[in-house]
């Protein structure tokens, strides 16, 4: 079993940066993919990225490629996303999720296949 708890959310301007956190209690983090997700009001939850058990396998959705980067610390069970240069359209309510993973190279990218998610956190971008 895995708790997902995000923070680091908020209200920033256009061009600003944020980090999101995602802490995770629970045995052998590292055998987790983790993935961030977010979904805007009235639409469908959305990959953002996702990075393999060791750090060693990373992906991201083109719409987030040279802007967000998404990291790990296995010591202390956390993921991050850092939002840069964030625009109003990444406006969303920002999910962390796991899923155990046979591979210390495998990601996902589909939100079905993920086991545990967090409560989210709330990203708003004023234009």
């Known amino acids: 079993q895995v708790h997902l708890v995000e923070s680091g959310g908020g209200l920033v301007q256009a061009g600003d940066s944020l980090r999101l956190s995602c802490a995770a209690s629970?045995?052998?983090?590292?055998?987790?993919?983790m993935g961030w997700f977010r979904q805007a009001p009235g639409k469908e939850r959305e990959f953002v990225a996702t990075v393999s058990g060791f750090g060693s396998n990373i992906d991201y959705t083109d719409s987030v490629k040279g802007r967000f980067s998404i990291s790990r610390d296995n010591a202390k069970n956390t993921v991050y996303l850092q939002m840069n240069r964030l625009k109003p359209e990444d406006t969303a309510v920002y999910y962390c999720?796991?899923?155990?993973?046979?591979?210390?190279?495998?990601?996902?990218?589909?939100?079905?296949?993920?086991?545990?998610w967090g409560p989210g956190t709330q990203v708003t971008v004023s234009s």
């Open positions: 999720a796991a899923v155990w993973v046979s591979s210390s190279w495998a990601v996902q990218k589909d939100p079905l296949s993920y086991d545990y």
């Open positions: 629970g045995r052998a983090f590292s055998s987790y993919a």
